[in-house]
């Protein structure tokens, strides 16, 4: 992943996506709450997807520092079948 600066932004539709801000490319992450979950959270969506991220990124940074994940281009795969955890 290029070193370019990251912005999180609340789409009209009410999806909250994480982006490169010098590119108008696909997002590199979409979150997506239900109503039932907006309802809930009141106005906090937005702060819940934040701790989202940074608990991602986090996540994956501590795997390539274990050498567990490498990051390239070439790894990624479109429409992965979903895996339920």
Not at 48 to 74: K, L, P, S
Request: hydrophobic residues 40%; charged residues 25%.
């Amino acid at each position: 992943m290029s070193s370019s600066l990251l912005e999180i932004v609340e789409m009209p539709n009410g999806d909250i996506v994480l982006q490169r801000s010098d590119e108008d490319g696909e997002p590199l992450v979409v979150i997506q709450f239900s109503e039932e979950s907006r309802v809930y959270l009141m106005d906090g969506t937005l702060e819940v997807a934040r701790a989202m991220i940074q608990a991602g990124i986090q996540a994956a940074a501590q795997m390539a520092d274990q050498g567990e994940i490498e990051v390239t281009e070439e790894a990624v795969e479109p429409q992965q079948p979903r895996v339920l955890h």
